[in-house]
């Protein structure tokens, strides 16, 4: 895909996930709209291998959203490439639906449940010792938020990656410097980030996580790089693509009223 069309498709995720997340009247719309141009390239310019119509299919890579509050955004892509009806995004948060406020493996392309932070990258881990001790080719994607960055778990599962040369892996932190209630700087500090990974054996790549060009370079470098597991830093914006919500901690939790919504469709469209 062009990044015209990649563009276009970045635009209708966002779109879809606003309308989840208002007729359902639940949150995390900051945490969902900075990953949308991450996932994008991922899946839009087919940098992870898929195939919606055999989802199960043992040579596919795998994608973990570890920080899965950020469920709208995931599902929206899934459905714009091929995987459900876009129809059932119609049933986001609602009861007994499989589309939970927070990743659900029950939706199909989804490989993991998560919502407590600080599994995936350990999860991530195991399969791809897996797949190494396979010999398989497959890669293991995942996308952790910065906040995430403070759980123990993380940096053990980095270490263990380290040690066992997991270059099948591939790490991507949403760095959009804002966790729940304030400032990823103010609550724990995990700087300087590129440093500490770089010390525990890895690769590391720093990008503007809304940069296409630049995240899909990062990605094709990840992959050619050999022996080490490696970390995307994606310096991201909460919110983004919705000029009122954008660097906004409160967007966290919020959820846009009518007029709020009737703005962020505006602004989507135009």
Not at 15 to 36: A, E, P, Q, T
Not at 120 to 130: E, K, Q, R, S
Request: some cysteine; overall charge positive.
């Amino acid at each position: 895909m062009s990044d015209k069309v990649i563009k276009k498709l970045a635009n209708k995720i966002r779109l879809d996930l606003l309308k989840m997340i208002f007729n359902s009247k639940s949150s995390h719309i900051g945490s969902s709209l900075s990953i949308v141009d991450l996932l994008v390239v991922l899946y839009g310019k087919k940098i992870i291998k898929f195939n919606p119509n055999k989802p199960n299919l043992s040579d596919r890579d795998i994608f973990i959203l570890s920080k899965g509050h950020a469920a709208a955004a995931l599902y929206a892509v899934l459905a714009n490439v091929g995987y459900f009806s876009k129809k059932k995004l119609l049933e986001y948060g609602s009861n007994n639906s499989n589309f939970m406020a927070h990743v659900s493996h029950k939706v199909p392309g989804v490989e993991f449940s998560t919502g407590s932070l600080g599994h995936g990258l350990p999860i991530a881990c195991g399969l791809a010792v897996a797949k190494k001790r396979k010999k398989l080719p497959n890669y293991i994607y995942v996308i952790n938020s910065d906040g995430e960055m403070a759980e123990g778990s993380n940096w053990e599962a980095i270490l263990f990656a380290s040690h066992h040369k997991l270059d099948n892996l591939i790490l991507i932190i949403d760095y959009n410097k804002l966790q729940s209630f304030g400032s990823v700087e103010n609550t724990l500090g995990i700087e300087p980030m590129k440093d500490k990974f770089l010390s525990f054996g890895w690769n590391v790549y720093e990008v503007d996580g809304h940069n296409y060009n630049s995240i899909e370079q990062a990605l094709f470098n990840c992959k050619a790089s050999k022996g080490k597991p490696k970390c995307i830093i994606a310096n991201t914006l909460k919110g983004k693509g919705i000029s009122f919500m954008e660097n906004k901690v409160e967007w966290h939790y919020k959820n846009p009223n009518k007029s709020e919504f009737d703005l962020a469709v505006k602004e989507l469209t135009l």
